[in-house]
């Protein structure tokens, strides 16, 4: 199936911003009901022989019993791995992780299949990479925009860094699967997807203010998967087959305007350094993780009221030329209200305090958060001023 035909011709690399962009790498992307009993046929197809199913606790238990039946012929001769939990009970990105894996897979294994969230994903996209084979997705949550990434964020000594790595080849997400997924995993894919809100605006402010490359296609793209999702948060919310449809192709969408541009830049502005900030905060300090989606959505509503209040402040150090620019930014951000009450409508929460982070954090956050990365946002201009 193809998200871009209205944007980009796949054929000649060439987007209807006039830019040339790098391929799309996924061979096959499938969403549906029963998506994954297409996973046999297509290990076939490409003469993959010994995958190394990987999972962990969780993630096996909501995938095993339909992965197990796609490979019970028992002409696919598969192995498993389960990647271990911390002593917080999460599955982190990190060395530990990713040396299990690695240590697990034989120099038989010709593809690995990631059956799980966001961590599973990015432990697999990194060791397939190192040992040099593809990987293949298989989402059991819609929880995060991150399963076709070619990026992954890895923590090394508790500092999170991404590094390039691969995207799949191909990802079949089944809905049988993610709509038995907990309410909080989709609460998090909703909160990921809300994050456009902020990100497509500080993408558009760099564009502006330091000339950093955009594409009108990506943030178009971005911006529609985006409003879908918000149009349909009560199907979401009662995880409906429809509205986990929606989500999950927003979240797929997202990320192929990423591909399709080279960069973050449409889905990561200053909501996702303060969600980086947060998660090495709790690192440090041996809290067990939050969700990426979970801090992202309440980052970007904290973002949003920061953005919003200091409008002025930002607007007096632009050149009079880009006011106008600038303004129409600003219309398109969402008040912070407005954001809580979309986060409300699907999660029934929408307090930063819940989640265990304090006014402590989110203060130094703001004022800190904006070296993580070296892009020039609007929380990034407000400390320079």
Avoid at 14 to 20: A, P, Q
Avoid at 276 to 304: D, P, R, S, T
Wanted: a negative charge; aromatic letters at 10%.
């Amino acid at each position: 199936m193809s998200f871009f035909h209205q944007y980009y011709d796949e054929m000649t690399s060439k987007c209807i911003c006039g830019g040339y962009h790098e391929p799309l790498t996924a061979e096959r992307i499938e969403i549906g009901r029963g998506a994954i009993s297409q996973l046999g046929s297509f290990l076939h197809d490409q003469s993959f022989y010994r995958p190394l199913l990987v999972y962990d606790s969780n993630t096996k238990a909501a995938s095993e019993d339909f992965l197990k039946h796609i490979f019970g012929a028992g002409t696919i001769s598969y192995n498993e791995s389960v990647i271990p939990e911390n002593e917080q009970g999460d599955v982190l990105v990190d060395e530990q992780s990713i040396v299990h894996l690695l240590a697990e897979a034989s120099s038989e294994t010709d593809v690995m299949i990631a059956a799980g969230a966001g961590s599973i994903h990015d432990i697999v996209r990194f060791a397939s990479y190192k040992m040099k084979i593809p990987f293949i997705s298989v989402p059991t949550a819609p929880s995060v925009d991150g399963f076709t990434s070619q990026g992954a964020p890895i923590i090394r000594r508790k500092v999170k860094e991404t590094y390039p790595t691969q995207p799949p080849i191909a990802l079949f997400a089944d809905l049988d699967i993610l709509r038995r997924a907990p309410t909080r995993m989709v609460y998090a894919g909703f909160g990921d997807m809300l994050g456009k809100y902020t990100s497509l605006a500080d993408w558009k402010f760099s564009a502006y203010s330091a000339d950093e490359p955009y594409c009108d296609a990506a943030a178009a793209m971005t911006a529609s998967a985006l409003e879908r999702c918000v149009y349909n948060r009560h199907q979401i919310a009662q995880q409906t087959e429809y509205g986990i449809d929606i989500l999950m192709r927003g979240l797929i969408e997202s990320v192929m305007a990423m591909a399709m541009f080279g960069s973050s830049h449409p889905a990561s502005g200053a909501e996702h350094h303060l969600s980086h900030y947060w998660e090495m905060a709790f690192l440090q300090n041996n809290q067990k993780q939050l969700l990426h989606g979970e801090k992202v959505g309440m980052a970007c509503a904290i973002i949003a009221d920061y953005y919003h209040d200091n409008r002025e402040r930002i607007l007096s150090a632009m050149p009079l030329y880009q006011e106008k620019k600038i303004r129409e930014i600003f219309a398109d951000i969402p008040a912070g209200r407005t954001i809580r009450s979309y986060l409300y409508d699907v999660g029934n929460h929408n307090d930063f305090t819940s989640l265990g982070i304090s006014e402590e954090l989110i203060y130094s956050s703001l004022n800190e958060a904006h070296r993580l990365r070296n892009r020039n946002t609007m929380l990034k201009k407000l400390n320079e001023i």
